[in-house]
Nanobody, 126 residues
Framework: QVHLVESGGGLVQAGDSLRLSCSVSVRSFENYSIGWFRQAPGKEREFVAAIGWSERMTYEPDSSVKGRCTISRDNAKNTVYLQMNSLKTEDTAVYYC??????????????????WGQGTQVIVSS
């Protein structure tokens, strides 16, 4: 059974940093990529970053978070991290981690992710 749990969100001030964690229960976790997405009020869920089954494979698209976030994983702990720095008020959103439907697959398309956590709220105040 697959289960994902995000943690680490909270209320911070602009310019602060946060590290979000995603704890994953899945067989052969090391063979899966993990994606982070976020959804702000009234907006669609958007891709933030993903990390492949090899930690060398990371993908942080040319978006507003580029250069401010780092994704990493610890396979011994079945956990993926999203470090976010220099937070802005527009980073306020619910952040979700997700697991794709198959191993050895890497995507920024949310429709390719079959399993999702419940989300962790990040609020950045000015």
């Amino acid at each position: 059974q697959v289960h994902l749990v995000e943690s680490g969100g909270g209320l911070v001030q602009a310019g602060d940093s946060l590290r979000l964690s995603c704890s994953v229960s899945v067989r052969s976790f090391e063979n899966y990529s993990i994606g982070w997405f976020r959804q702000a009020p009234g907006k669609e869920r958007e891709f933030v970053a993903a990390i492949g089954w090899s930690e060398r494979m990371t993908y942080e698209p040319d978006s507003s978070v580029k250069g401010r976030c780092t994704i990493s994983r610890d396979n011994a702990k079945n956990t993926v991290y999203l470090q976010m720095n220099s937070l802005k008020t527009e980073d306020t959103a619910v952040y979700y981690c997700a697991l794709p439907s198959r191993t050895y697959y890497y995507s920024d398309d949310r429709t390719q992710y079959a399993y999702w956590g419940q989300g962790t709220q990040v609020i950045v105040s000015s």
